[in-house]
């Protein structure tokens, strides 16, 4: 069993930046591919961007492309989205993502970013 934990949401204005983790307790994040996704109210659960177990590949939706970052640190056990120039419509829930071979495929809670003035 793979337990995810999201940081770092929170209230920013138009322009700013932040900086959101998945992290795991018990067995680490090394062998699994781990996706960033978001869902706004009323909105279905939206891909965001996703990198590989070792770090080596990345791809992103292209509503966040240039603007947002995903990155991880496999010591650590933990996954990063950095996120710039952040706009009102990427308010919504993100959520972490980790799945491998084998069908295993597990959710983090969700934390809330607001993009407001």
């Known amino acids: 069993q793979l337990q995810l934990v999201e940081s770092g949401g929170g209230l920013v204005q138009p322009g700013g930046s932040l900086r959101l983790s998945c992290a795991t307790s018990g067995r680490g994040l090394h062998d699994y591919g781990v996706g960033w996704f978001r869902q706004a109210p009323g909105k279905e659960r939206e891909p965001l961007a996703c990198?590989?177990?070792?770090?080596?590949?990345?791809n992103y939706a292209d509503s966040v492309k240039g603007r947002f970052t995903i990155s991880r640190d496999n010591a650590k056990n933990t996954v990063n989205l950095q996120m710039n120039s952040l706009k009102p419509e990427d308010t919504a829930v993100y959520y972490c993502n980790a799945a491998r071979r084998g069908g295993y495929n597990y959710w983090g809670q969700g934390t809330q970013v607001t993009v407001s003035s």
């Open positions: 990198i590989s177990s070792s770090g080596a590949s990345t």
